[in-house]
């Protein structure tokens, strides 16, 4: 049997690069690389981590003894570009202007494209793909309307994972994601809750920025009057009530610590206030998959719960009694976003699906 080509998916993350090697659809090898703060010490932007990000990754594939030249493509995790459509595009100069330059914030995810494109700059007949990125924005006109005109809002979530466990179960029951209506909450560091017309995410949370549900590391969406309040206090820095928002908000203000299953533990060993703390974060996340089944009118053939919060028993069984009414409820726990870079990557080579092309 003639052997399948190789495709390497690349997600960088804040403290780890995490990369893995498919033949076709099998995975052949994967790995986590961790990264100190020593090691980041004398990188100011997230591009000078580039060189030393790619070394890393091209002397594990080595190791593994990887037959490099049989890579057709290499697909990095989407970054913050311009907003565009859900689909794999093509890493272009102007996608690497816009990542290197950080035009919509800088994130450790902007150096997947820039990685990908690093590697197949030394694989002859390679291509370097984007799948997904947290801004496909794919919204309603409606549902950009926030109640003021200077604030418009944005569609910023986890888009990969969300559109992969959406195909996954759209698979398992034999239809196309493209005929569905669905509702797909991920939960994890930070909740994301979208509303999946036919293929097309009408309406989601800006999770990035702290909008929706609180969660472990989110505030969520804080009332307003009482924000405009803090933040004209005088007692905090813009770049301290950004963080409160985002990255020191939710159960870690609360509690004091960002991970669930510590706060869970706590609440089953009687902290009465870690309790209600965790069951708020399930009452918020139920309360804004009701609203999406509003944006869907009712006409929802399930609701689907992801990511890392998923493998919490208690946490998807308080969301799913206060939702089960609405549709059924499918829990996919966890994110395998390698796969899923992969496996659009595989679509691509194989003409499968027709890539996109970024035009900023």
């Known amino acids: 049997m003639m052997k399948e080509k190789l495709i ?6 804040s403290t780890s690069t995490k990369f893995a090697l498919y033949e076709g659809k099998d995975k ?5 690389l961790r990264h100190s703060t020593e090691e980041f010490e004398g990188f100011t932007t997230m591009t000078d981590q580039l060189p030393f990000r790619y070394r890393v990754i091209m002397n594990a594939l080595r190791e593994e003894q990887a037959d490099l030249k049989e890579i057709a493509a290499v697909v990095g995790r989407g970054g913050l570009v311009n907003p565009i459509e859900s689909g794999i595009y093509e890493v272009n100069d102007l996608m690497k202007k816009h990542l290197s330059e950080g035009v919509n914030g800088e994130h450790a995810s902007n150096l997947g494209a820039l990685l990908a494109d690093m590697v197949v700059k030394e694989l002859p007949g390679a291509k370097a793909y984007i799948v997904d990125p947290v801004v496909v924005d794919e919204l309603e006109p409606i549902a950009r309307l926030s109640g003021h005109p200077l604030i418009s809002r944005r569609s910023i979530f986890h888009a990969l994972n969300q559109k992969a466990v959406a195909r996954v179960y759209a698979s398992s029951i034999g ?5 569905l209506n669905l509702i797909v909450a991920h939960m994890g560091g930070g909740i994301s809750v979208g509303a999946h017309r036919r293929g097309r995410v009408i309406d989601v949370n800006n999770a990035l920025n702290g909008d929706g549900p ?3 590391e989110r ?3 804080l009332p307003a009057w009482q924000l405009s309040e803090l933040c004209f206090s005088g007692k905090y820095k813009p770049s301290e009530m950004k963080s409160m928002l985002a990255g020191k908000g ?3 203000a609360y509690l004091g610590t960002n991970s669930f299953q510590d706060a869970s533990k706590r609440a089953t060993e009687g902290d009465t206030h870690a309790a209600l703390v965790v069951e708020g974060c399930s009452y918020q996340t139920a309360k804004e998959i009701g609203a999406m089944s509003a944006v869907l009118e009712g006409k929802i053939d399930c609701i689907i719960l992801t990511g890392g919060l998923a493998y919490d028993s208690a946490h998807v069984e308080r969301v799913t009694r206060m939702v089960k009414h609405i549709a059924p409820v499918y829990v996919y726990p966890g ?3 390698l796969k899923a870079l992969a496996f659009n990557g595989y679509l691509a080579i194989t003409g499968h699906i027709i890539v996109k092309e970024y035009r900023g």
């Open 28 to 32: 052949l090898m994967e790995k986590t």
């Open 250 to 252: 939710g159960i870690v």
């Open 335 to 337: 994110e395998d976003e």
């Open 219 to 221: 505030s969520g969406g």
């Open 8 to 13: 390497l998916a690349i997600n960088p993350g």
């Open 214 to 216: 609180y969660s472990p």
């Open 175 to 179: 239809r196309e994601y493209e005929d």
